[in-house]
C-alpha cells in the first residue's frame, strides 16, 4: 500500500480541535517540524499533546503554543520553553508532568495494546501518592491535581500502576522511509519517535529521504509499516532547516581550515 501523502498540509488536514497527538522528538532532536508547522496552518485548537517537551519559543511545539492551540500537555520536561512555564503557572494550560522512562512506556504499551503496567519510578512521591498541580487558577492556586495511583508490592518491592498512552494522532520524523511507512531513526532522533508512532491511531511519518518498497534492508528497520497511515517526503530545504536549541563553544582558537564548536 503506497501511503505517501503529497504535502504536509494534506497529512494534517483531519486533525480537528480537541484531538490528541503525540509528537516524537527531544527538544529539538527530530522534532517533525514541518508537520508541527502544518498544523499550526491548519488551524486546529485544542490540542492534547503528549510529547517529552514542548520545544522551545516559537519553535518546534513552541509554535503551537505561542499560538495558544494547546490545551494540555503530557510530559517530562519543561524546559527553556519561558512561554510554556507562563502558560501553566497562569492557568492557561494543563500539565501532567511524568517521568521520563514512564512515559517512554506508556507510549510504547499504548502501541502493543498494554493497557497499564508497574514500575518503580514515583514510589514514595506525588507521582504515585497524587496531588502534583496540573492546572492552576488565575490566582495561583492548583485547580485540579494528579490523583493518587494504585502501588503493589512484589517480591518486597513497591510498584506504582501507570496507565498505556494512545493518541488520536501522532506526528514523527525519520531520516530514511519507504512508501510502505517502513522508518529508519538517525542516531539520538531515535528517541521519542518509534514510540509516539507507536501510541497514535494514525500515525504521519514525516521522512527526510523517501524510498521505494525493497530499498530498506528489513534489519534496519526501527519501525515497521504496520504503525504508520502516512508518510510526507521532505524537501531538502525543509531536511537542512534544523535549529540547534543550544550553541556553546569551547572557547579554544579555530585551527586553520577548520571551526570548532
Known sequence: MDKVVGA???AVSDVGDGASVAVGGFGLCGIPSVL????HAQG???LRVVSNNCGVDRWGLGILLHAGRIARATGSYVGENKEFARQYLSGELELELTPQGTLAERLRAGGCGIPAFYTPAG???QVAEGGLPWRYDAAGNV????PRKEVRVFDGVEYVLEEAITTDFALVRAARGDRHGNLVFDKS???FNPLAAMAGRITIAEVEELVEPGELDPDAV???????QRVVALTPAQVADKPIEKKTTNGAPAVRGTVRD
Open 8 to 10: 504536509a498540509a494534506d
Open 36 to 39: 508541527i508547522g502544518a498544523l
Open 44 to 46: 486546529a485548537a485544542g
Open 123 to 125: 514510589v514514595g512521591t
Open 143 to 146: 485547580l485540579v491535581a494528579s
Open 189 to 191: 532522533a531515535r528517541n
Open 222 to 228: 526501527h519501525l515497521p509499516g504496520v504503525f504508520v
